[in-house]
DNA sequence: TTGTAGGCGTTATCAC
DNA sequence: GTGATAACGCCTACAA
């Protein structure tokens, strides 16, 4: 900027004036321009931040096992529609993989360093590190997904895994199907953890544990390995609430290979709502994710906070329609 | 600093240089850590990038539309390459989402503002607004895909597509099939246009134009489509090569709802060995992509400027190679 | 309207 | 070993 100052022939102050605005007189707003194009001038935003104190930049942590970050079909959502309400705001996103312990230590400064003026934190677990430096510094975040045993003073915005999980299910059953089962993904999870309640407290007296598959991972190969120790526990069974979409096309997959048509001889349903549900043969009834709208609405959280208004503590949980197609 | 200065009875010299490593008296070292556990003090990344001029920060770009950016099987791969290789170096990667005109103009004043001190760019177009910032200000950089058409200093990795679409092809021919197509995706990309130049290469003479199916995109729904026009254009095709692993899968749905078996009636290979790959019955025999290593190799490349080693300029391209499975 | 000068929180270079 | 002090590049009163 020095330079510039100089061959304009005027001093930094008024520089910086017409960088950001303010009352700079028609000659010298010309010549300055000029000097910039010549000179090839970009401010420095360092430079900015330290004396501003702020750097219009939000994180974006999904605290995952890398596997599900890149199969996850709602953190690509999320993050897109966190980007979208951060960018009208002009906040830049940054998304920090975190794939390491070293990862973990090295955004903890990273966050709480002056990068970021605010974070959005997907899956977080009480005991991680991230969110204690958070916490500890006072960062404006908003929490996606996991609604309890988090901090106090940050909000977070998610879905009613229970309810919607129990609202599919009574539809299945509602169909007629008689021996349901479920293939319960991730059940240490919240939202695996949730999903198998709302299941079990949809069939209330019905509910037969030996028809719950419990597996690992939101899967595709889960949902066929699942699928196939049902139908070994119970040839019988003709409905199956499967905790993802994936889960559930690995599950048609394997009642396929076992002979059996969907829906005529076994519905299935997913949750998601993800492209995996119009990719089956018929298309899956699910549960629909808003993936978009959580994301904006955790940027808006964290959006809030910026601009010193209140928010509620506690959690805000969008709504998770259930979409009827034709596998149930 | 300054009150953790104050209250240790030391200089702020004295202070930085037990945060950073030097001569330090056993005394003062002590005054002063029990100082900054005390006022919880956290060092200021922006004030030490001023000084520095560097912000141990790289940037991870990926122009393309966000679709694709949330369906392509290799991003996530490349990412986490790239990441593990940047970490081990102790840089930050900063994952920046385009998704507007608008981010366009923000990332461009991010790149340049001294946020980070060089970027990986996956997917660039030489007309991209970003590529141009990128190449005035020299920011150290690699580029992840498209080999040619770009900057001439800035360096870049990828795979050598039409190499690997002739060499899948021609075992694909070498199976016997005597009526091989093509479903070709995004021939407006270079890999989706070298993907057919290496099919048509590999058929030679026995090229027909009639037996290639273009799609826009290279996913399951485009493949299942593609297949369809190709066998209605002719039923006795027998072979296929599909632009990537979910074009194959979308490609066997269809030829199953077409009552054809694979790999009997129809051979059928894919690009990319995603975990589309392993998920259609039988396993897909496709072309490998070292995504990781890709990512790994790109952030190499931008460690090594940073460092002040000379690089090749021009391309280095990873080895693609053939795994064959049961699908053809 | 414009110039001057102090300060943002660090690091680095000196003397001491 | 340690303490001043000058940058780093920018913003912002305050004066002129």
């Not at 996103?93 to 934190?121: K, P, Q, W």
């Not at 988090?150 to 909000?155: F, K, R, T």
Request: hydrophobic residues 45%; aromatic residues 6%; negative net charge.
């Amino acid at each position: 900027m020095h330079d510039i100052a100089a061959t304009a022939g005027v001093s930094r102050g008024t520089v910086s004036r017409v960088l950001n605005g303010g009352y700079v007189s028609a000659s010298a707003r010309a010549a300055i321009e000029r000097a910039i194009r010549e000179v090839g001038y970009v401010p420095n935003t360092a430079a900015r931040n330290l004396v501003m104190q702020r750097s219009q930049a939000i994180g974006f942590i999904v605290l995952e096992p890398h596997s599900l970050f890149l199969e996850d079909p709602n953190i690509g959502g999320i993050m897109l529609g966190a980007n979208a309400a951060l960018s009208a705001a002009d906040y830049q996103m940054v998304n920090l993989v975190v794939d390491s312990e070293r990862d973990t230590a090295r955004i903890t400064r990273y966050l709480s360093g002056g990068f970021v003026d605010g974070a959005i934190i997907v899956s977080a677990r009480s005991h991680d590190p991230i969110i204690q430096v958070v916490g500890g510094i006072a960062l404006p975040s908003a929490f996606v997904g996991h609604p309890r045993d988090l901090h106090p003073d940050i909000p977070y915005v998610g879905i009613d895994n229970i309810a919607s999980a129990e609202e599919i299910t009574r539809r299945l059953v509602a169909t007629g199907r008689r021996r349901v089962g479920m293939i319960a993904s991730a059940v240490d999870r919240d939202s695996g953890a949730d999903r198998l309640i709302g299941f079990q407290r949809a069939l209330g007296p019905a509910f037969d544990e030996a028809l719950v598959a419990e597996v690992p991972l939101y899967d595709f190969a889960c949902g066929a390995k699942g699928m196939r120790t049902l139908l070994e526990r119970d040839p019988t069974i003709d409905g199956v609430f499967a905790a993802s979409d994936a889960v559930a096309a690995g599950a048609m997959e394997a009642l396929r290979e076992a002979g059996r048509t969907v829906p005529d001889d076994v519905g299935v349903v997913g949750f998601d709502d993800s492209s995996w549900a119009t990719r089956t043969r018929p298309h899956l009834s699910t549960v629909h994710q808003p993936a978009g709208d959580i994301g904006s609405r955790a940027a808006d959280l964290v959006l809030r906070q910026l601009r010193g208004e209140s928010i509620d503590r506690g959690g805000v949980l969008m709504p998770s329609p259930v979409v009827w197609r034709a596998s149930a």
